[in-house]
């Protein structure tokens, strides 16, 4: 079960947090990966971690913004491993302002790097996933990082909701384009909690602030309080669900959203 054997997986903003959990997992499960960032050295390190001698992991500096990074990452990626079966959209920004306070630039960068990004992910890595998927018996896939703010509304941040909204839009919408085309390219998002990672502490970092404080730790209590399972997330937690997205064993998804938040939209 969720084996990758064979397969080839690139996923962006990998070299930290979840997508750095999604890449040592999916090479525990047989794949080899391929991991895009701004943060080279980081990322590096995290390949060396995750790989050690091997040669199943490797960087390529990505700004998820630039077409031509994502053509020459995916290149590079197809001219190292011999193709592409799986994309993780998983680069993304938080903001943590409310609407009177964010300014026009911040909210061109958010959709720079939460919007555009997945649309040039998903359109420039397109004919290496469609080659693949010719050969394979179940197709590729493709799996977006919404969250549950591309569910529901979200107090901290609108901009972000407004963003993570149009990727859980556009997954279903590509989803409906590619098998309408006979693509065999499976496309679904997932929709995370509250995950513990660099962005996790930003949220907490802006919850702080709307209260009028810089009392992260009384911040990562209350948003603990609306995880009715009793805990936050780890990055493992999504990494799993991005995993089991990108195996054959989701072989009947497409155009679906996966919650993984400790019962937080549950309420
Ligand atoms: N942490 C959470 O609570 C949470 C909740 C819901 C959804 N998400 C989503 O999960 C994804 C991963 O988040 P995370 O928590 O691991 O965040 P993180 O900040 O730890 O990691 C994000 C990664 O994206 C990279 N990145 C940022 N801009 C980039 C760009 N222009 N080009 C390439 N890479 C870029 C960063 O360098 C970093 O390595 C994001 O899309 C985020 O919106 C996170």
Redesign the pocket.
């Known amino acids: 079960m969720n084996r990758l054997d064979g397969k080839v997986a690139f996923i962006?903003?990998?070299?930290?947090?979840?997508?750095?959990?999604t890449a040592r997992l999916m090479v525990e499960a047989g794949a080899k990966v391929a991991i895009?960032?701004?943060?080279d050295e980081?990322?590096r390190e995290t390949v060396r971690a995750i790989a050690g001698a091997s040669d199943a992991a490797i960087y390529e500096h990505?700004?998820?913004?630039?077409e031509g990074?994502w053509n020459t990452a995916i290149a590079a990626t197809v001219a190292r491993f011999g193709g592409l079966d799986i994309l993780v959209?998983?680069?993304?920004?938080?903001l943590g302002k409310d609407v009177e306070e964010a300014s026009l630039d911040e909210w061109h960068r958010l959709c720079?790097?939460?919007l555009t990004?997945v649309f040039l992910g998903t359109k420039l890595a397109l004919p290496a996933l469609r080659e693949r998927a010719r050969q394979s018996l179940h197709g590729s896939a493709i799996v977006n990082?919404?969250?549950?703010?591309g569910l529901v509304g979200s107090q901290l941040d609108p901009l972000?909701s407004m963003t993570?909204g149009g990727v859980t839009l556009f997954t279903k919408s590509a989803a409906l384009e590619f098998a309408r085309k006979g693509y065999r390219i499976r496309v679904n998002s997932i929709?995370?909690?509250?995950?513990?990672?660099?962005?996790?502490e930003?949220?907490f970092a802006a919850r702080a602030r709307h209260h009028g404080t810089n009392d992260t730790d009384a911040a990562r209590n209350v948003a603990l309080g609306t995880h009715p399972i009793g805990r936050l997330?780890v990055?493992n937690d999504?990494a799993k669900g991005i995993v089991f997205l990108a195996t054959d064993d989701a072989g009947f998804m497409t155009g679906a959203g996966l919650v993984v938040d400790g019962g937080l939209t549950a309420q």
């Not at 959209?89 to 938080?94: E, M, V, W």
């Not at 909690?193 to 962005?199: E, R």
């Open positions: 962006s903003g990998a070299s930290r947090g979840i997508g750095a959990a895009g960032d701004v943060l980081r990322g990505l700004d998820v913004t630039r990074d959209n998983n680069a993304g920004l938080f720079a790097v939460n990004g990082l919404a969250s549950v703010a972000y993570k929709h995370p909690g509250v995950i513990q990672t660099d962005m996790g930003q949220t997330g990055p999504i």
